[in-house]
C-alpha cells in the first residue's frame, strides 16, 4: 500500500487498488454470503460449458460433408443413408440432383 502525492493530488499506485478488491473479494468468501464450495461449481461449471461448446463447434466444423451420387438416376444420398458408397457412384462435396426420398439426401 503506496501513496504518492503529486502536486494537490493523491495518486493511488495499482498494487493497493489490486490489494484491496481482493481483501473484499476474501472479506465477502468469508461472511458467508457466498460459500467457496459455490465459486469453485461455478468456476467448474463454466470451464465445462466451455469444453463441451468448443467440441461441439469442432465436430461441426470437422463433420463429413460428403455425399454419394448414384451414377444410373443421380439420387444424393447423405452420410446416414443405407446406399451410401453401397451404389456405383461417386462422391460429391456439392452434388446435383435429386435427394434420396429416405434419407433426405442434403435435407438432413
Given at each position: 500500500m503506496q501513496e504518492t502525492k503529486q502536486?494537490?493530488?493523491?495518486?493511488?499506485?495499482?498494487?493497493?487498488?489490486?490489494?484491496d478488491i481482493n481483501q473484499?473479494?476474501?472479506?465477502?468468501?468469508?461472511?458467508?454470503?457466498?460459500?467457496?464450495?459455490?465459486?469453485?461449481?461455478?468456476?467448474?461449471?463454466?470451464?465445462?460449458?466451455?469444453?463441451?461448446?468448443?467440441a461441439g463447434w469442432?465436430?461441426?466444423?470437422?463433420?463429413p460433408r460428403d455425399y454419394w451420387v448414384t451414377k444410373s438416376s443421380g439420387v444424393v444420398h447423405n452420410y446416414h443413408c443405407q446406399h451410401y458408397a453401397?451404389?456405383?457412384g461417386y462422391m460429391s462435396s456439392d452434388p446435383v440432383?435429386?435427394?434420396c426420398k429416405k434419407?433426405?439426401?442434403?435435407i438432413k
Open positions: 502536486g494537490s493530488k493523491n495518486t493511488v499506485t495499482c498494487e493497493r487498488i489490486f490489494g473484499r473479494v476474501i472479506i465477502v468468501l468469508w461472511r458467508g454470503k457466498m460459500s467457496m464450495k459455490k465459486v469453485i461449481g461455478g468456476v467448474v461449471a463454466a470451464a465445462t460449458l466451455a469444453a463441451v461448446m468448443y469442432w465436430l461441426w466444423e470437422n463433420y453401397k451404389s456405383n440432383g435429386p435427394d434419407c433426405g439426401g442434403r
